[in-house]
């Protein structure tokens, strides 16, 4: 899924503990009535770990009409994230990948140096989209590793007090997502069916995040909605999570990230020299990003760029 266009610095702090901030996602409606919550990047909250965009969408009924459709458009020095509860969007990519994605599996695409893509609806689509996309900013070493392509069919799952937990990223109590990330990094989904309780252990080294997909919760006592993000910062040892009907919640985690990060529209950099190269490139139709076979439509010009914060 394509950002919209705007500029965030992305810091590196985590707060001494105890540390606990509530902040409202941004709210936005694309496309066939697709509404956005955007919890990353927050004015209250740029990164948790590496994950530097989240994006709750949905649920909406695109029955009536051809769902999802995202022109090619391209990215640099991140890792995309695709997790869908409802629903199917099939993917190219100028490496030649061409997959669809269906709910409990994960496509996951490395930027690296530059790579460009395409998402929409397949046309026997589902009538109901819902999911989450999630970005994830490549360290340092990694900024400039050539592109790459996985899709994982299935992934860990394990039952803890009336929830189903699937382990999206890294590792948790045992079992271990295959997922190629390049920093240390959590993501899990717990989805109950009806009232559940857990206590979930936490890496003290760890920040936290949660977004709460369907329906209420309560973490560590704090009561959570859809359009909001709950963020927990180091220190913490433990995560109370209980529901009193069936919910979906979303949890995000990570060492916090080392260096600063610019993002702005697909991009993320390490400074705005990445950025304007990449915006260049990219509207010149220069072969760093290669090209998607078989989209029916226009590919995405960039926007010019402003003046960038530390320019």
């Known amino acids: 899924m394509s950002s919209t266009e705007h500029e965030v610095s992305i810091s590196t702090d985590c707060p001494a503990p105890p540390f606990v901030q509530r902040f409202a996602a941004h709210n936005a409606v694309l496309g066939e009535g697709m509404q956005i919550r955007r919890a990353l990047p927050n004015r209250e909250r740029r990164m948790i770990g590496a994950w530097c965009f989240l ?21 640099i020095g991140l890792q995309t994230f695709s997790w869908l509860l409802e629903g199917e969007v099939y993917h190219r990519d100028s490496l030649g990948f061409e997959q669809l994605i269906r709910p409990g599996q994960v496509n996951l695409m490395t930027a690296g140096h530059g790579i460009s893509h395409s998402e929409e609806s397949p046309p026997n689509h589902s009538a109901i989209m819902h999911g989450a996309q999630l970005w994830i900013a490549l360290p340092d070493e990694q900024f400039e590793r050539p592109p790459a392509f996985e899709h994982y069919p299935s992934l860990p799952e394990f039952d803890d007090g009336g929830y189903r937990v699937t382990v999206l990223a890294g590792e948790f109590m045992g079992h271990v997502s295959p997922a190629r990330v390049y920093t240390p990094l959590l993501g899990l989904d717990l989805n109950a069916a009806s009232a559940a309780a857990t206590t979930l252990p936490l890496r003290r080294d760890f920040e936290y ?16 909605v859809p359009g909001e993000c709950l963020y927990f910062g180091c220190g913490h040892d433990a995560l109370q999570v209980e529901t009193d009907a069936a919910t979906r919640i979303l949890i995000v985690g990570g060492e916090p990230f080392k260096s600063e990060r610019i993002l702005y529209w697909n991009f993320v950099g390490r400074n705005g020299a ?17 090209e998607v076979h078989g989209y029916d439509g226009d590919r995405l010009p960039a926007p010019a760029v402003p003046k960038l914060r530390g320019e």
Not at 56 to 75: Q, S
């Open 55 to 75: 994006d709750h969408f949905g649920p909406v009924d695109i029955g009536a009409g051809k769902g999802m459709r995202v022109g090619p458009h391209p990215h």
């Open 209 to 224: 995040g949660a977004i709460v997909l369907v329906g209420e919760a309560r973490l560590n006592g704090e009561t959570l």
């Open 274 to 290: 990445d950025i304007r190269e990449a915006t260049d490139e990219w509207n010149a139709g220069d072969a760093r990003f290669g």
